[in-house]
């Protein structure tokens, strides 16, 4: 492969990997920016020594962190280079572009852990009182099943907006989910949930009814779009969350797809699930992963004691 394809490739992938961070993570437009300046200088590391940012290594990672230390760089502008790599190679994991992850063992220069945002469950309950209030009434049912599918099972956004609607017939208890690597799994659906869906895919079969009879294709997807994927985009989706977060009176700047399914995991963890369990709901491929709910919860509880025990107020 000549240098140029493979620079267009990790262009390529860079720019996927970014998307990514900003529909589902919510990453500020700052952070995208680093990450991106951080992973075009880690490839253009790469290239000239003849590699390529997709095939690169433990070893060669290694060998570039110890390049940034030897040039001065701050330990917080390692700290973020070494987080953007482990991110992007996660990503490309997790989506199928690698067999594993060259990154999974590296620590860094000591900085610190962020714990995920997530919601409150009043929180999470005036999202989807707005969901079912604000907007035309088509949009207002739509929304309701979007909110309360990814609320119930704590789907990620990109594998919600593309379900397909074979997984929606018959009143299912469950629906199976093609996560990323094309991993299936099972997850329930609260009654809410079911009531909704049901809602949706009346008023859904409806319109398409009416739009095969002037011509289009039916639609395989649950939430159809006139769009080049052929279903709403997740960013779409990022944007209506924000939208709803503010009509719900919540700072749009505390929400996003993924603080929700942050919040399915941390309140099922609250009301006594097993960390198997939301494991396995969630799609992660290894436990520690997990395990970072733990945390959230942890420092509620502490935030809970500090604020309501006896002897800490008298203190």
């Known amino acids: 492969m000549s240098g140029a394809a493979g620079q267009r490739i990790s262009g390529q992938r860079i720019s996927a990997f970014l998307e990514a961070q900003a529909a589902e993570r919510d990453a500020a437009r700052n952070t995208l920016l680093a990450y991106g300046r951080d992973l075009s200088d880690f490839a253009g590391w790469i290239e000239r020594r003849g590699g390529a940012l997709a095939a690169a290594g433990q070893e060669e990672i290694e060998a570039y962190l110890a390049a940034c230390d030897a040039e001065g760089l701050a330990k917080s502008t390692r700290a973020r280079r070494l987080s953007a790599i482990r991110q992007f190679y996660r990503f490309a994991y997790e989506e199928g572009w690698r067999g594993d992850n060259p990154a999974i063992r590296l620590t860094g220069p000591g900085k610190s852990k962020h714990l995920p945002k997530t919601l409150s469950e009043a929180e999470v309950g005036a999202l989807l009182d707005a969901a079912r209030t604000r907007g035309r009434a088509a949009d207002r049912i739509r929304n309701t099943c979007l909110f309360e599918l990814l609320y119930a099972t ?3 956004v990109t594998e919600l907006v593309s379900l397909p609607v074979s997984a929606a017939r018959g009143d299912p208890r469950m629906i199976l989910v093609r996560g990323k690597g094309g991993k299936e799994r099972m997850v329930p659906l609260s009654p809410p949930a079911r009531t909704a869906l049901a809602a949706w895919l009346g008023k859904r079969d409806a319109a398409e009814e009416i739009a095969c009879a002037e011509g289009a294709r039916p639609s395989p997807h649950l939430f159809p779009s006139r769009g080049k994927a052929g279903h709403m985009t997740r960013v779409r989706f990022h944007g209506l969350v924000k939208e709803l977060a503010g009509a719900a009176g919540i700072d749009p700047g505390k929400v996003s797809p993924h603080t929700i399914r942050h919040a399915f995991a941390t309140h099922l963890l609250a009301h ?6 939301i494991q396995t709901l969630l799609g992660h491929a290894d436990v520690s992963t997990t395990e970072i709910y733990t945390h959230v919860l942890d ?6 004691v500090e604020e309501h025990h006896p002897l800490v107020k008298r203190a």
């Open 154 to 156: 704590g789907m990620r």
């Open 272 to 277: 006594g699930a097993d960390l198997r369990s």
């Open 299 to 304: 420092a509620r509880l502490r935030a809970l």
